[in-house]
């Protein structure tokens, strides 16, 4: 156990308070047919830089709308990341396969210019969301919230994201939850209604 009982106390009430209203359950059902529909992007025969840029917009949206044209050139390297984040070696430890897709592919990983530590954990939740989580500035701001330990968002650090997914865990548990989307769905709400920038 992680997380202290005033932590795990206060995610239920989050649970609680989202299930009550129905914000919550409208919130992950319309993530869930954008990643559905990312996923199908991905997993296409043809997977293109274009289909990529469409599939990265529907998982992680407020980044992208900001940066155009950021993977001209990266077909190849998008195909390679996509098919190793979609099917990573079982055998592998998470933070083995977190910071491989963050590595250069010069020194054996897989990295596509652009594509940082929040895609990378977008597109391995969308495929694995029982084994891996999101790793976003609203997640790390809401988990500090909930325990005060502090994740620097942008960390290509596996040792980070693996504690970062054993909390994830943890709350999953408290809040009796489907798996690490409807945590980090949780996470993103109370982050909206309680720090907003």
């Given at each position: ?89 079982l055998q592998e430890s998470l933070v083995t396969i977190y910071e491989t897709a963050l ?95």
């Open positions: 156990m992680i997380l202290s009982s005033q932590s795990r106390n206060k995610f239920t009430m989050w649970v609680a308070a989202y299930r009550k209203n129905g914000a919550w359950l409208h919130q992950h059902q319309k993530r869930k047919e954008r990643y559905q529909d990312a996923g199908e992007l991905l997993t296409g025969p043809h997977l293109t830089v274009y289909s990529f840029d469409l599939a990265a917009k529907k998982l992680w949206s407020s980044g992208l709308l900001r940066q155009k044209n950021r993977w001209q050139g990266a077909g190849e390297g998008i195909r390679m990341l996509v098919a190793y984040l979609s099917s990573p070696p590595t250069p592919t010069s020194q054996g990983g897989y990295k596509v210019a652009g594509v940082g530590p929040n895609l990378v954990s977008e597109i391995l939740t969308l495929h694995h969301p029982q084994r891996f989580g999101i790793y976003n500035k609203r997640s790390c701001v809401a988990i500090y919230d909930l325990c005060s330990k502090d994740f620097r968002t942008g960390s290509t650090n596996g040792g980070h994201y693996e504690e970062f997914v054993q909390i994830l865990n943890e709350l999953k548990s408290v809040g009796a939850l489907e798996d690490l989307m409807e945590v980090d769905t949780v996470l993103n709400l109370a982050y909206t209604d309680s720090f907003k920038d």
